[in-house]
């Protein structure tokens, strides 16, 4: 039994279909894949039917036939060859098992640390600290010698990247599937079906209105819940004309935010407020939603409060505790994040969460519903606060700037900018971040439009809720969590952070840790006089 959350004539938030797998077709249709559940014995796969298999569910159509008409979809799958890749297939891979294959050489050492089975205390992570070895599937070695259905090679797959705690897999088709473990590209044994069977089984699993996103614009996203392996953000998307996948791994439960590395108080104090705009900002992968979640599950359990959220799609589902929790789906029960924003104000929330500010429209809803008297979270894919009001303001033609300026100078509250940066073990992430707070000077430079000062007066510290990468950096370079050579790499200004070191690291060894013992907790003093809390049990965000 195979459940998905993604539905597409109805919100995503009702009770999860069921699809009676045994179930024939109600009429006659291409042969298609078999979605039976597979074999829970290790090494055992089961062998795909040589003749036609029962077929995917599609909608609310249980036991349809798989995927569009072939006069839609232009080829016949029988027909497809595998995609020519750059590094051809040997022949002797189907009858030989192969490895775990590293991208590159340094990998070897991380999936060597994930086969141990153990985490080190400390590590930030969304993940359970053990390797599953409770996962249904074969094991993944036997796909090099068992002809599997492409659906059946899939589950394996997300089983596989289950198991080596992987943050996300990435299927092209024809290609190479691999995941990413710590940030480093590990590929796994076989290959992804060609074109055709892929894309049926892309239809299987997201459904046809999302397939017509994907076909009209290249792109598409949905979360889907399957059993056994947990719950996944899917983003199917075109390269080279055929479809591929990423699949990223989403927490079961959110975090608590004395578990993620980041300045608990300050966060705190800012899930208190009743109004303002609070932005997370990062490139892709740096922790933005897990921090988010983190937030609005803080809230979920010391207050009550009608919370909104906005997201494309629906990742973590949340069990409300003191709170009302909406969550709305963009393309299934909203159509953009403006709408769903302006909808929202009707709606009597107190605190407003939109998946991403992407346009002008946004921005201005956002303003709009802070200047009545809301609190709202959002997230930007900008490196740095400085850069994240220049983008917010650039979403506006020039006659308007002062006038943005103005508005974000007084419900600006706050903006926390990730970046996550690799262990000195060399297994598991640990966040960088810079904070910059709604201080009156902060107030003054928005206001004046001298955004190119802000680093600077994030830098000098001269107040609380004020904290700079080089600050954060070396904090982390102190606890020794990282390497100095690291901490240089993801520093914007790598010069002025080995001046600031300069006297910690000439005085040899690992470092000053001043460390205070308390409950089991290690207490680094950050130099905003922003106290940044360490526990066992930490997750490392995706």
């Avoid at 024939?24 to 003749?51: F, K, N, S, T, V």
């Avoid at 088709?173 to 590929?187: E, L, M, Q, T």
């Avoid at 107190?350 to 946004?362: C, F, N, S």
């Avoid at 904090?475 to 300069?502: C, F, H, K």
Wanted: proline fraction near 8%; charge should be negative; glycine fraction near 10%.
């Amino acid at each position: 039994m195979t459940t998905h959350d993604h539905q597409p004539d109805g919100p995503l938030g009702g009770e999860p279909l069921e699809f009676d797998l045994d179930t024939p077709p109600a009429e006659p249709g291409p042969p298609a894949l078999e979605l039976e559940a597979l074999d829970p014995q290790p090494g055992q796969a089961p062998a795909a039917h040589p003749g036609p298999q029962a077929p995917l569910p599609r909608g609310h159509a249980p036991g349809a036939p798989l995927g569009p008409p072939r006069s839609n979809m232009g080829v016949d799958p029988s027909e497809v060859a595998p995609a020519e890749d750059s590094a051809p297939v040997p022949e002797e891979q189907s009858a030989a098992p192969q490895p775990l294959e590293p991208a590159d050489s340094d990998a070897v050492a991380a999936l060597d640390a994930l086969g141990s089975g153990e985490r080190r205390v400390g590590d930030h992570s969304g993940r359970s600290g053990r390797r599953r070895t409770d996962l249904p599937g074969p094991d993944l070695h036997t796909l090099a010698e068992t002809g599997l259905s492409p659906r059946h090679q899939l589950e394996a797959w997300l089983a596989e990247m289950v198991k080596v705690e992987a943050s996300d897999l990435i299927l092209r088709a024809g290609g190479r599937p691999s995941c990413r473990v710590d940030g480093r590209i590990i590929f796994l044994p076989g290959r992804v079906p060609a074109a055709g069977p892929l894309a049926e089984v892309m239809t299987g699993i997201i459904g046809e209105d999302r397939m017509v996103q994907w076909r009209n614009q290249g792109s598409a996203d949905v979360a889907l819940q399957l059993d056994g392996l947990g719950r996944f953000r899917l983003n199917a998307y075109r390269q080279m004309g055929d479809p591929a996948l990423v699949l990223r791994r989403v927490a079961d439960t959110p975090p608590r935010l004395e578990t993620l590395c980041l300045p608990t108080g300050e966060l705190q104090k800012l899930a208190k407020r009743r109004r303002g705009i609070v932005l997370v900002t990062g490139v892709a992968g740096s922790g933005k939603s897990t921090t988010l979640s983190a937030v609005i599950q803080h809230m979920n359990t010391t207050a009550e409060r009608h919370i909104i959220t906005l997201e494309d799609p629906v990742e973590l589902i949340f069990r409300e505790d003191r709170c009302v929790i909406s969550q709305r789906e963009i393309g299934t029960d909203v159509s953009t994040f403006s709408e769903g924003l302006r909808h929202a104000l009707r709606q009597s929330p107190d605190v407003i969460l939109i998946g991403e500010m992407r346009d002008a429209e946004t921005v201005q809803a956002a303003l709009d519903a802070t200047e009545t008297g809301h609190l709202v979270m959002s997230t930007l894919h900008t490196v740095n606060a400085a850069q994240t009001v220049d983008r917010i303001i650039s979403f506006f033609p020039s006659e308007q700037h002062t006038q943005i300026r103005s508005r974000l100078a007084d419900n600006l509250a706050a903006v926390l900018s990730q970046r996550l940066v690799p262990r000195r073990e060399g297994t598991g992430m640990v966040p960088a971040l810079e904070l910059m707070t709604s201080t009156p000077r902060v107030r003054e430079l928005l206001g004046e439009g001298r955004t190119a000062e802000l680093g600077k007066v994030i830098e000098s510290g001269d107040g609380k809720g004020l904290i700079s990468f080089n600050q954060s950096l070396r904090q982390l370079v102190e606890a020794g969590l990282i390497e100095l050579e690291t901490a240089l790499a993801a520093s914007d200004r790598p010069d002025e952070l080995l001046l600031a070191l300069r006297g910690f690291t000439t005085a040899g060894g690992r470092g000053r840790q001043a460390q205070e013992q308390s409950e089991g907790k290690s207490h680094l003093r950050l130099e905003s006089n922003t106290d940044l809390d360490m526990e066992p049990g930490r997750r490392r965000q995706h």
